[in-house]
Nanobody, 127 residues
Framework: QVQLVESGGGLVQAGGSLRLSCVAS????????MGWFRQAPGKERELVAA????????YYPDSVVGRFIISRDNAKNTVYLQMDSLKPEYTAGYYC????????????????????WGQGTQVTVSS
């Protein structure tokens, strides 16, 4: 199991920005496709960004295009989520996840296909 640790959550006012980080264990981070998910109380965990193992391809649902940017630094075993123009309805726990991809640069995976998950970091957007 790959170990993942998120950080960077906190309280921010509407319209503000926040950058989340997720550090992964292991020596093969360059073989990990990564995803960011969010889950609000009483709601299903949903994908908000994904990036291929090379970093050359990304995916965003329509709801966050232009607001969220996912990136990675393979030398630091870290994936980032830059969040701009935040809205109160974005308040949720944010989780990173890893999908091991040995022989492809595939980007999009369904929630159930990811191999490991972090513990989450809370983001609260005030109005």
């Amino acid at each position: 199991q790959v170990q993942l640790v998120e950080s960077g959550g906190g309280l921010v006012q509407a319209g503000g920005s926040l950058r989340l980080s997720c550090v992964a264990s292991g020596r093969t981070f360059s073989s990990y496709a990564m995803g960011w998910f969010r889950q609000a109380p009483g709601k299903e965990r949903e994908l908000v960004a994904a990036i291929s193992r090379s970093g050359g391809n990304t995916y965003y649902p329509d709801s966050v295009v232009g607001r969220f940017i996912i990136s990675r630094d393979n030398a630091k075993n870290t994936v980032y989520l830059q969040m701009d123009s935040l809205k109160p309805e974005y308040t949720a726990g944010y989780y990173c996840a890893v999908k091991i991809t040995w022989y492809s640069d595939r980007t999009y995976f369904k929630k159930g296909e990811y191999d490991s998950w972090g513990q989450g970091t809370q983001v609260t957007v005030s109005s």
